[in-house]
């Protein structure tokens, strides 16, 4: 039988992770396994389902390590017998055929292995009783700018660079071969096109699963996120020096236009102000 975990991580956002929970325990098919990565955050509560648990891991000085993270709670799933991995960032709600049809995905020859993604639909805010699972399905369409076949379809290969890390499957074998998330990457950005990078050079395919649906929970954004300025460009950096291009250029571009970074001609590099 496989045995299918699903791994989140969370600093804050208890009431979307509250959600989450809820709707992880609604799947038709359920994980074996529900690790919730939790950082710096002593208060997470316990998960809803009884086969959830509680991974803690501390801060790093230079900012929420998301990388670790998932290899943490990836790490704890394997150590469980995981065969297969399903990461939701934390805002994410699953449908309720999300875990099934990621596990009928990677039970299959034609995608095992593969890098599973799933459609994801960006929610408008909330009522104030909150989100309805039962509605939540009709309230937004997939993402545009990334694949969303119909469930029961597939779209397999096309650019690296669409992957996100939202919510994505991979088999453990699939995992172990990628070595996970670089962990050099700390805070805001870069890591998951550093890691879809990774599986372009390895000759990992990316498959659009149709029927691995997830939706969005609305929260404030920032645009461009200068909250985040020294995350992005010391990790926007690091993927230029191993990769020789630049991730997150909309982002990059838009700091150089407030004045915030300036682009060294001598040194071919983004640095800031």
Not at 79 to 108: H, I, K, W
Not at 147 to 153: D, L, T
Not at 168 to 186: H, I, P, Q, S
């Amino acid at each position: 039988m496989t045995r299918v975990a699903v791994v989140t991580v969370v600093h804050g956002r208890h009431a979307h992770l509250a959600l989450q929970m809820q709707a992880v325990a609604r799947s038709i098919r359920r994980p074996d396994d529900y690790i919730v990565v939790a950082v710096d955050d002593e208060f997470v509560p316990e998960p809803v389902d009884s086969r959830g648990r509680v991974v803690q891991l501390p801060a790093h000085p230079l900012g929420l390590p998301i990388a670790a993270a998932r290899n943490a709670g990836a790490e704890a799933a394997l150590t469980g017998g995981a065969d297969v991995l399903v990461f939701l960032d934390v805002d994410c709600v699953p449908g309720p055929e999300l875990v099934g049809a990621y596990e009928t995905a990677a039970v299959s020859p034609d995608l095992r292995d593969d890098i599973l993604c799933g459609p994801v639909a960006y929610l408008p805010p909330a009522p104030p009783e909150g989100y309805d699972l039962e509605s939540i399905a009709t309230l937004a369409a997939p993402h545009s700018a990334r694949p969303a076949p119909q469930p029961g379809e597939v779209i397999r290969g096309g650019d690296h660079d669409l992957f996100w890390s939202l919510s994505f499957a991979v088999t453990a074998a699939t995992w172990r071969r990628l070595g996970g998330f670089d962990e050099a990457y700390v805070g805001y950005g870069g890591e998951d096109t550093d890691f879809a990078a990774s599986a372009a050079e390895k000759g990992i395919e990316l498959a659009w699963i149709g029927a691995a649906r997830a939706y969005h929970q609305h929260h404030a954004v920032e645009s461009p996120p200068v909250s985040h300025l020294d995350d992005i460009v010391r990790n926007a950096v690091l993927f230029h020096e191993r990769w020789g291009r630049w991730p997150m250029i909309g982002w990059l571009t838009a700091f150089e236009e407030a004045g915030l970074i300036t682009h060294s001609p001598i040194r071919g590099v983004y640095e800031k102000l």
